[in-house]
């Protein structure tokens, strides 16, 4: 398979994965307190507003957007992204910034939803609290996927592949989290959020780099060289701050 | 994602808090359909902001920045390897610029969770 195409499925797989395991926590506490017909109601019902989006403004993209310019704005964006999750995995790698804690995240929904109101669902089996709750959660933990997927797909003219990546990935979660029936804390968060911010700022890298007219050697195959160079980067950066931490903790 | 004393994004999930602050009509009495769809550019606006920038202002204009040096490079005739190097380069100071921001902000690690700090797109 090609280089790109791997790092594209593994990219959009991982990011997937990561928001969905944020918004499994959500949807749980909210089948635990308030019923899980409403939180499922609400999270297919995001789930398919995400679709759409999908749907909707990928083909889009790849049709009426000049090639060139679309790469640019692409990796910028993906640059943006990929930075601001390199930049808190190396935090907390380091030691800088607290992990998620995806078992405190369910306590605290679970306490805010037992006190938000006891009314409970509604004749009918639905409440409108669970509901929204639940879609709040799946939508917004799951835009910024929806941003990759097109953004990925598009610039790569992979769309479907894309999509199907970022949907493997809701099914998987979403089937562990089933079976298991608890919020996937054991999941090493951190780590795949590492993974996802190096692929996006190598993709970044690579479109923007491509749209502004630079010819990397190899063409694709210079991803994953990226991909090993911003790796060894973060993990100077993770080495340094996690000594300078350990000497200002030994200091005080 | 999630909001954060640092970073406010309107996008940790949450319990329905009740009626929305501020008037219920704009100014001059305008009806609050209509003052809810005058406040609606804004609210959308905001979003964006913090989706895309948040946070780390510093990393959307650094990555802008990256983008059109880059981009002045290859359009002025510099050398090949000096394009192909300059983005990795670039972005692996911006980054570098970005982590040595935050440590200076705060060197404990914060509680996280639905109120805590964190913020990213991807959280």
């Known amino acids: ?252 | 994602m999630s909001t954060s004393p640092e970073h406010v994004r309107p996008d940790r999930p949450g319990p329905p808090s009740g009626p929305p602050s501020g008037p219920r009509s704009g100014p001059r009495g305008i009806p609050t359909a209509a003052a809810a769809v005058g406040r609606w550019p804004g609210a959308v606006g905001r979003f964006v902001w913090d989706f895309v920038v948040g946070d780390t202002p510093e990393l959307a204009v650094g990555a802008v920045l990256v983008v059109v040096v880059v981009a002045l490079l290859a359009h002025n005739g510099a050398a090949r390897p000096v394009t192909v190097a300059a983005m990795p380069v670039l972005v692996t100071l911006m980054l570098g610029a970005s982590v040595r921001r935050a440590r200076r902000s705060g060197s404990t690690p914060p509680v996280e969770g639905p109120t805590g700090p964190d913020a990213p797109p991807g959280g």
């Not at chain 1, 090639?67 to 030691?95: D, E, P, S, T």
């Not at chain 1, 195959?221 to 100077?236: D, E, I, Q, R, S």
Request: proline residues 2%.
């Open chain 1, 1 to 252: 398979m090609h280089s790109a195409t791997v790092v594209l499925v593994v990219s959009v797989f991982l990011a997937s994965s990561v928001e969905m395991v944020e918004a499994l926590t959500i949807v749980l506490a909210v089948g635990v307190t308030r019923g899980w017909r409403s939180a499922l109601e609400g999270a297919g019902a995001a789930l398919v507003v995400l679709v759409a989006m999908v749907g909707a403004a990928g083909p889009a993209l790849v049709l009426y957007v000049p090639l060139n310019g679309l790469r640019i704005v692409v990796g910028g964006l993906l640059l943006v992204f990929g930075l601001q999750w390199l930049r808190k995995a190396v935090l907390r790698a380091a030691g800088l910034k607290a992990k998620h804690d995806e078992d405190a995240i369910f306590a605290e929904h679970v306490a805010e939803l037992r006190a938000s109101d006891g009314s409970g669902p509604a004749r009918g089996g639905r409440d409108a609290t669970a509901f929204v709750v639940a879609f709040k959660g799946v939508f917004l933990e799951g835009l910024e996927v929806v941003v990759i997927v097109i953004t990925l797909g598009a610039a790569d003219h992979r769309l479907g592949l894309a999509a199907a990546a970022g949907g493997a990935a809701v099914v998987v979660v979403g089937g562990v989290g089933a079976l298991v029936a608890r919020q996937l804390a054991g999941v090493p968060e951190n780590a795949m959020k590492m993974a996802v911010g190096l692929m996006l700022v190598s993709f970044g890298s690579f479109w923007a780099g491509e749209g502004v007219g630079v010819r990397w050697p190899g063409s694709d195959l210079a991803l994953p060289v990226l991909v090993a160079a911003y790796g060894l980067v973060a993990w100077v950066a993770v080495t340094m701050l996690a000594r300078d931490r350990r000497a200002v903790v030994d200091v005080a």
